[in-house]
Nanobody
Framework: QVQLVESGGGLVQPGGSLRLSCAAS????????IGWFRQAPGMAREGVVC????????YVDDSVKGRFTISRDNAKNTVYLQMNSLNTEDTAEYSC??????????????????WGQGTRVTVSS
């Protein structure tokens, strides 16, 4: 049974940092494409960072470039999202997702088959 569980969300002040975790079970994470997505209230879900299964490269949305990084610990079957220099526009529900193959756009939610339940990040003073 494929399961993804996010953790690490919370309240942080502008300029602060958080590290989100996405623990996988039921499959081997390193064999899959992995994406982090976020959805702010009233907004569409958007891709933030992903690791493509096609070329193994990391893709980062322009809105978080230079601030967010994705990493993977294969031994723990866990992927992380390190978020630095957070601002109020980063406030959202963050979710991880996986798929066995990326057909077109690693940052598109439509590419992914399995999703975690999400963790909320609030950036506020």
């Amino acid at each position: 049974q494929v399961q993804l569980v996010e953790s690490g969300g919370g309240l942080v002040q502008p300029g602060g940092s958080l590290r989100l975790s996405c623990a996988a079970s039921g499959f081997i994470l390193e064999h899959y494409a992995i994406g982090w997505f976020r959805q702010a209230p009233g907004m569409a879900r958007e891709g933030v960072v992903c690791i493509s299964s096609t070329d193994g490269k990391t893709y980062v949305d322009d809105s978080v470039k230079g601030r967010f990084t994705i990493s993977r610990d294969n031994a723990k079957n866990t992927v992380y999202l390190q978020m630095n220099s957070l601002n109020t526009e980063d406030t959202a529900e963050y979710s991880c997702a996986v798929t066995s193959e990326i057909y077109s756009d690693c940052l598109s939610e439509y590419e992914y088959d399995y999703w975690g339940q999400g963790t909320r990040v609030t950036v506020s003073s």
